[in-house]
């Protein structure tokens, strides 16, 4: 628990603050290692309520970051699948919606903060990078 704690602060530091220090690639990688930490470190249901008191829980920043990197991945092979993927493991959907405004609370306030800071970072999914990792990794030698 102590690490999901760390973890969390770095992303609520780093997402929530004006003077956060992590660029959106190193946001990405925390949040994979904190989807996994989860994923492999028996918790029980206090785990969800770190961070309550702050711009976004723990729960509110899985749920919003899920829904963030459904958007915002470029392709299988990208970082940003490798954390919707991590998130999966923790999160499942179902019949959930994407939050939409700043009524769904904290699932919209990380959903938001990962945008504008995928944003800033120019992290917007490139066509021609995404042709080229999928000939790399598929195409038969030749083709």
Same mark, same amino acid.
């Given at each position: 628990?102590?690490?999901? *704690?760390?973890?969390? =602060?770095?992303?609520? #530091?780093?997402?929530?603050?004006? #003077?956060?220090?992590?660029? $959106?690639?190193?946001?990405?990688?925390?949040?994979? *290692?904190?989807? #996994?930490?989860?994923?492999?470190?028996?918790?029980?249901?206090?785990? %969800?309520?770190?961070?309550?008191?702050?711009?976004?829980?723990?729960?509110?920043?899985?749920?919003?970051?899920? %829904?963030? $990197?459904?958007? %915002?991945?470029?392709?299988?092979?990208?970082?940003? $699948?490798?954390?919707?993927?991590? +998130?999966?493991?923790?999160?499942?959907?179902?019949?959930?919606?994407?939050?939409?405004?700043?009524?769904?609370?904290?699932? %919209?306030?990380? $959903?938001?903060?990962?945008?504008?800071?995928? *944003?800033?970072?120019?992290?917007?999914?490139?066509? #021609?990078?995404?042709?080229? *990792?999928?000939?790399? =990794?598929? +195409?038969?030698?030749?083709?």
């Amino acid at each position: 628990m102590k690490n999901i *704690k760390r973890l969390f =602060n770095v992303i609520d #530091n780093s997402l929530f603050t004006i #003077n956060g220090q992590l660029t $959106y690639e190193r946001i990405t990688d925390a949040i994979v *290692k904190l989807a #996994n930490t989860i994923s492999e470190t028996e918790t029980d249901e206090g785990v %969800w309520s770190i961070g309550e008191c702050g711009a976004c829980s723990l729960d509110g920043l899985i749920v919003g970051a899920y %829904w963030h $990197y459904t958007e %915002w991945h470029g392709g299988q092979w990208s970082h940003g $699948y490798e954390a919707l993927s991590a +998130l999966g493991d923790v999160f499942t959907p179902n019949r959930a919606m994407p939050p939409t405004s700043s009524e769904d609370g904290p699932e %919209w306030e990380a $959903y938001q903060a990962l945008e504008e800071l995928a *944003k800033e970072d120019d992290q917007t999914p490139n066509e #021609n990078e995404l042709v080229e *990792k999928f000939r790399e =990794n598929d +195409l038969p030698e030749g083709a």
